[in-house]
């Protein structure tokens, strides 16, 4: 049976992602720009930007660093979630078809190594065996995602010592400049102008909150205080947050991650879903409850606190929602990362004011799911 139109645009996609990855990935972030540019009129999207975009997927000259004399770890057997998984063969199916011309049909061994299962061997080898003798190829060919795919599968599989060693001292590059750029951070007009805009004072927020109140719908609302009225995490924790009128139960490392979800709970947050995979639990000030409170008044047991009809948002609904909302309390379109920033910035000032203490900072930072050294290296 021949193929449908979305069917065919479907594989051309797919296609495209395994061919070129950082193009593919280049046109759906200018995609995405204009999608919220129709959304939300006041974000721009300007050529200048978006040739920067194209020049930073330029491969870098290539510089031949000195291996690793020992390897500086066993077989890496941590536990993978299954996204996780997912993203781990697919990068590696992009490298064989890259090499080798061809796709890769029978992926069954590599998922094995994966989840941590026992594997072929010479199957591998005879599959993968071309990274012993071309890393450095790779290397130059290949984005600073891929390659940090591709180590943390190879730790995985025996014999793969050298390339390892190869490939390590490239990984460690990779985060020392990441470490770099974050900790040299630099406020322009704009930024400075959200920062001076935004105030993470309870007064304000609440004099903001009762302003606007007739023209905030309710995930609006929630989303306001949730980012400004409680130490600011990463947006996404709220997009799996349920409510709950039964405390939840612990949740075991036997649930898969993707079926965790985090609760509100009688003026408590429980997170079981974050990036460092901590399970966390904290109270809420007395104000934002109240506001809460009031906002879910009509949902039900295992209702999502945020939602449209009844379902949880997707990542875009989120990022657009909470854009929004800050355009129309404070006339600029500011993102979540930005608001988490600009928070952390709020908190090391009064720290550096000696309004908070370092204890008091600490404790901030694991509310905000950071440890207290990234929150240094994530504020202004």
Request: hydrophobic fraction near 30%; charged fraction near 35%.
């Given at each position: 049976m021949a193929l449908t139109l979305a069917e065919r645009k479907k594989r051309y996609i797919e296609k495209q992602k395994l061919l070129n990855y950082d193009e593919y990935k280049l046109k759906q972030k200018l995609k995405n720009k204009k999608y919220y540019a129709s959304?939300?009129?006041?974000?721009?999207?300007?050529?200048?930007?978006?040739?920067?975009?194209?020049?930073?997927?330029?491969?870098?000259?290539?510089?031949?660093?000195?291996?690793?004399?020992?390897?500086?770890?066993?077989?890496?057997?941590?536990?993978?979630?299954?996204?996780?998984?997912?993203?781990?063969?697919?990068?590696?199916?992009?490298?064989?078809?890259?090499?080798?011309?061809?796709?890769?049909?029978?992926?069954?061994?590599?998922?094995?190594?994966?989840?941590?299962?026992?594997?072929?061997?010479?199957?591998?080898?005879?599959?993968?065996g071309f990274i012993k003798n071309e890393l450095y190829e790779l290397v130059k060919n290949n984005n600073k995602n891929d390659l940090r795919v591709l180590y943390s599968v190879i730790t995985r599989i025996k014999t793969f010592a050298t390339p390892v060693k190869q490939l390590y001292p490239y990984i460690n590059k990779f985060q020392n400049i990441y470490s770099e750029n974050r900790s040299n951070k630099v406020i322009d007009d704009t930024i400075q102008k959200k920062i001076d805009a935004l105030s993470f004072d309870k007064n304000d927020i609440i004099n903001n909150y009762n302003k606007y109140n007739e023209q905030l719908s309710s995930n609006e609302k929630l989303i306001y205080v949730l980012l400004t009225m409680f130490p600011t995490r990463r947006a996404v924790d709220y997009r799996k947050m349920k409510i709950s009128f039964n405390e939840p139960s612990h949740m075991s490392n036997k649930i898969k991650y993707q079926d965790r979800y985090n609760y509100y709970y009688n003026n408590m947050f429980y997170f079981y879903v974050t990036k460092n995979k901590k399970n966390q639990k904290f109270k809420l000030s007395d104000e934002l409850n109240n506001i809460i409170q009031t906002l879910i008044k009509d949902k039900k047991q295992?209702?999502?606190?945020?939602?449209?009809?009844?379902?949880?948002?997707?990542?875009n609904q989120l990022s657009t929602l909470i854009m929004n909302t800050m355009y129309k309390i404070y006339g600029y379109a500011i993102s979540a990362v930005e608001i988490r920033r600009f928070y952390a910035t709020y908190i090391k000032s009064l720290v550096n004011q000696k309004i908070l203490t370092e204890k008091e900072h600490r404790d901030i930072s694991d509310m905000m799911n950071h440890n207290y050294d990234e929150n240094l290296l994530y504020a202004y």
């Open positions: 959304k939300i009129k006041h974000i721009e999207t300007d050529n200048n930007k978006e040739n920067k975009d194209t020049e930073e997927i330029e491969k870098e000259e290539f510089i031949l660093l000195e291996p690793l004399k020992k390897r500086i770890n066993p077989i890496n057997k941590s536990k993978l979630n299954i996204n996780t998984i997912q993203l781990y063969v697919k990068t590696m199916k992009k490298i064989y078809l890259s090499y080798h011309k061809r796709e890769l049909n029978d992926d069954t061994d590599l998922t094995n190594i994966l989840y941590n299962k026992p594997y072929n061997l010479d199957n591998i080898n005879s599959q993968f295992d209702d999502f606190l945020i939602s449209i009809d009844n379902k949880q948002l997707t990542q």
